[in-house]
């Protein structure tokens, strides 16, 4: 084989590599860009189902939609799925964005003195920011929000067992401090 | 009684002497004792010395686990740096991770860890010590302002997937694209490249293809342009000249058309009745014009293949 026909085999070779990469990064961005249409638009409010085929983005977004809507039993698959994804970082924002949708809730409730249902919605958010900060050691907002869910809990020790985390006498100064507790009666 | 003293103390020197003399020393190197909260990850590295039979047991290290409420073992890295002037070396990595949210900055014990050294029979003692460090809190007791102590960080909003990488890559793979394909145009001689100067019997070759194509029933005119258009590649690619007597020294000049030698003589025969002999039909019958343009493409595809 001359040098000629060597020249010109590779170089119809790489033209056609070449044009097949483009092709299919050229059907990535498509992709992509109907994706992005898709969260935005779930910014925007509408409700869209997500497939566990989408890409992770996507069921982020979504579940976003879900858990600042206080639909909490819709998320917990997507978020079940995201926490094991290979992207990291998107496993961090979901259990944090989770833990925090719970945390708001059992705010919430305590707000209105209902300490019963709020105390296992905070023990999960507890666990959530401990999975993300697992992840991600160096994530403040999950350590500061994961701060506020420990005195939460800490502060009903006749409830939470494991709340010996704070020395008694502390959690006596705190005591009026917190919120959902009685002021006395009227 | 001051006897019996002395002897027990001298037992208790001598008795634990040869479990020591196998453990050279542990050395830890921990983080600075302070400053950490919640969350954060701590490495404590242990330096191993044991003597030369000895290697650590390593069913004796910990597994990753949670080893406090508040206290994680995330992670144990053991490598062995081998034997050196008879004492065996190791670096056992120990990653904890503390999850305690305290008050006011507090003192924190990570506990003592026990390993074991072994050499096929007897069984040592390998003592990590245990550490203490200060934690501190991440907010104030009591908030200042109302309702300051439940006010969360935001949540981390969805992000559009990144468009940039795929981008890149488009460009890129259209630029490969588009270098390959000059480079192929180059070499098969399309569009301008065509024309160059340095490749007369790629246009020859057009020529003749065109010519002997333009009309069903070749003319003489036509039969006689051709081989004049094949000529005049050979007086370009030659520099001067080329007549049926100069095509040894062409030959000479040129190896690569040495491999249709045959043919070219052939043509030049030919050529020499249809311009000399005024025999064009002797001309058509010794070299037909579907050969001819067969000989334009193969002179023309040795001179692509580096004449």
Redesign the interface.
Known sequence: M????L??LA??A??AL??A??AW??G??VV??R??AL??S??TGHDLAASPDD?A??R??RL?FL??RDRLDETQPLLNRLATDTDRRLAV?AL??MA?AR??IA?DHLGSNRIDPAVPLVRLAKEGY?RA??LD?G??????????A???V?DFPQIDV?G????PE?AK??WT???GLPKGLP | MGRLARVAILLLTFLPAPALAQLRSVELYAPRPFGH?????LTLTAEIALDAPFVLDPASLPQPRALD??L?L?DVRLSDHGIEAGVRRYTLDLVY?T??????PRRLDIPALALSAVDGTRRVPVQVPAWSFLMS???E???TGPGQ??A??????????P?VP??R??VA??T??LA??G??AW??GWGPFGWRRSRPFARAARAVTSLLAASTDVTSNAYRGALLALHRAFDSTAGKGVFAEDLPAFFAGHPPFGTAEAEVRRLFSASRRAFFGDDTAGALKELPPPELAALARRLR?IE???A
Not at chain 2, 37 to 41: A, K, L, P, R, W
Not at chain 2, 99 to 104: C, I, Q, V
């Open positions: 001359n040098a000629g026909r020249i010109i170089s119809s790489i033209l070449s044009l990469a483009a990064f050229g990535r961005l992509d860009h994706d992005n969260i935005a779930l910014a890409p983005e996507l982020f977004a976003f858990a600042t924002a944090y964005d925090n945390l708001r705010i401990r900060l697992v050691p994530f403040w907002d999950a350590k500061y929000n994961l701060d506020v420990m005195r939460l800490r494991d010996e985390e704070m020395p502390a100064r705190l401090d917190l919120p | 909260v919640i969350g954060d990850t409420y508040w994680d995330r991770q999850f305690y949210a305290p008050l006011e809190p991440l907010r007791i009591v908030g102590a439940l969360l960080r935001p949540d981390l909003p969805p992000q559009p997937i468009m795929a981008w890559g488009l793979a259209l490969v694209a390959a394909l480079v192929l070499q098969m595809s692509r293949s580096g």
